[in-house]
């Protein structure tokens, strides 16, 4: 098999405010694994957060070429990968691992003439509301965005969180309440709060009609996350101290959720791993995704059946999504019954 890439820029409609930072675009390499006159796509997106520069990307893929060239058929590669990782996979940094595993799973499917959800073990196309995010903005510029998603088709809004003072995210939920009375309302402060603000806070905005929040508190004390998810008037679901299998399988029974992003623990392998380790737990899955195109988000549609909760929107977040076939504009992400992944692209890019 022969391993190829390209990197371009992804640029956001508009950019988005979190409590640590503001993104407004990021690098994407799409990777491309050939054999046999077919081509296998994934995507890897650069994330200073979870420290992976585009540089550091492209050192694993040059570093990876050689094994991948050394693999037999696809479908021998991709069945070996699910029960034990391919050699050499494991050492990479999850969200290279990710785009890997994906493209090898694309170009399985393809070659099968098979959708991804069903080398899943999916019989029927999974199709699932999405949540769509909000960012730190003024109250009225909340509140007319929420109102327009809802036009489009949205019932599930995330409204960011972590302001310096929370009075301003109690009055960006209540204006999003306002603008959009009938959906669904998950927060996400991404671990801005203490412990003790947490449990303050929760209550007053369960009382606006949140239904879930996600790391209210720091990473790095999940202890501490299981103590405000026991005192939580809503489900409490891990995020950033959830990045690893090891991470859920030790959160399991402790939280209300698991965020997995397949950009953080290593793709479709691994979270297929979690879904059946927190199976009877008490601990459900969120299924979540970086800012990516639909070529990086569409590994986690195939699996969003498992998911109580999804946060798959990166792709809605675009100025312009170099890649199509998921869907989401209209609040409803599907996998449909394409070969492979299921996704195109919308303008053509030679890759070297």
């Known amino acids: 098999m022969r391993l190829t890439w390209h990197t371009t820029e992804l640029e956001l409609a508009e950019p988005l405010r979190i409590s640590r930072s503001v993104m407004a675009r990021r690098d994407a390499v799409w990777v491309a694994v050939e054999h046999g006159g077919l081509t296998g796509w994934g995507e890897v997106v650069s994330s200073d957060y979870l420290g992976l520069p585009t540089p550091r990307i492209l050192r694993h893929l040059s570093a990876a070429r050689p094994a991948v060239a050394r693999l037999p058929d696809p479908e021998t590669a991709w069945h070996a990968h699910l029960a034990d990782p391919i050699p050499g996979w494991s050492e990479l940094p999850a969200g290279v691992l990710a785009g890997l595993e994906a493209a090898l799973l694309d170009l399985t499917g393809k070659r099968a003439g098979s959708p991804a959800h069903r080398l899943l073990g999916a019989r029927t196309a999974p199709a699932a509301r999405t949540a769509r995010t909000i960012g730190i903005v003024a109250p009225r510029a909340a509140a007319a965005e929420a109102a327009r998603l809802v036009r489009s088709g949205f019932t599930v809004l995330k409204v960011k969180a972590g302001s310096p003072d929370p009075a301003d995210d109690l009055a960006r939920v209540d204006a999003v309440r306002t603008g959009a009375p009938g959906v669904s309302l998950l927060l996400d402060p991404n ?19 949140v239904t879930a929040v996600e790391q209210p508190i720091a990473p790095g004390t999940p202890h501490g996350l299981a103590r405000v998810a026991k005192e939580s008037p809503v489900p409490v679901i891990a995020d950033e101290d959830a990045v690893s299998y090891e991470d859920a399988v030790a959160l399991a029974g402790l939280v209300h959720g698991v965020n997995v992003k397949l950009a953080k623990c290593g793709g479709v392998r691994n979270a297929l791993r979690i879904h059946e380790a927190l199976r009877g737990s008490g601990t459900d ?3 979540g995704c970086l800012t990516a195109s639909s070529l990086g988000i569409a590994p986690a549609v195939h699996l969003a059946d498992r998911a109580r909760w999804v946060d798959l929107d990166g792709h809605l977040l675009l100025a312009g999504d170099p890649w199509t076939g998921i869907g989401g504009a209209d609040g409803t992400v599907r996998a449909g019954d394409a070969a492979g992944l299921g996704v ?5 890019v030679d890759i070297p």
């Open 285 to 287: 899955l969120m299924l």
């Open 191 to 209: 671990g801005a709060w203490s412990e003790r603000q947490a449990v303050d806070l929760l209550p007053r905005f369960a009382e606006l009609g």
């Open 344 to 348: 195109r692209r919308t303008h053509r």
